[in-house]
């Protein structure tokens, strides 16, 4: 179990009230401490409800985002990482601008092992845009490898689209 100094920075879990920003938030993420660092797990996140605006247009876009990465020492918060994704809804960027900035924010908070962003964007004007982008420890031979692979994965996907 937890203890409370565990927990003591985060500031969103639990709170009695939520406020949602209306503007791209990268400071709303939140960690706590991996309590099994010595093994390598992943952890998954899946958000279905993504929303940004088209930077030219002001259309909405949206999308699935899917977050898997295999945590060092630090994790992302769950709460703080919805109300993060959350922030994009106002927030003008292509689609792989926007899965590049996600992917790199979580990598500066967490340092993770390894860590895959995937947008699954709804078609718009017949045309759908799966942008993938991934990041491996580049000390770690056994991670690239394992980065490599998941990239060559994601080619042979969307060649079979």
């Known amino acids: ?9 985060l500031s969103l879990l ?3 009230s ?11 993420l939140e960690t706590f401490d991996n309590k099994h660092p010595g093994r390598r797990y992943l952890v998954s996140f899946i958000c279905p409800e993504f929303t940004s605006l088209c930077p030219k247009t002001g259309q909405p876009d949206f999308a699935k985002i899917i977050i898997n990465y295999i945590p060092r020492v630090k994790m992302v918060e769950s709460k703080s ?18 899965v590049n900035i996600i992917l790199d924010d979580l990598r500066r908070l967490m340092d993770p092992l390894y860590i895959e962003v995937l947008g699954v964007f709804t078609p718009r004007g017949g045309i759908a845009i799966h942008p993938f982008a991934n990041y491996a420890d580049p000390a770690d031979s056994e991670m690239t490898a394992f980065a ?6 994601a080619f042979d996907r969307a060649a079979e689209r």
């Not at 106002?90 to 689609?95: E, K, L, R, S, T």
């Open 148 to 153: 490599a692979t998941r990239m060559a994965a």
């Open 1 to 9: 179990m937890r203890s409370a100094e565990d927990l003591k920075g």
């Open 81 to 98: 990482l919805k109300l993060y994704l959350f922030s994009f809804r106002n927030h003008g960027d292509f689609h792989e601008d926007c």
């Open 14 to 16: 639990g709170c009695n």
């Open 18 to 28: 939520t406020h949602y920003r209306e503007d791209y938030a990268p400071e709303m």
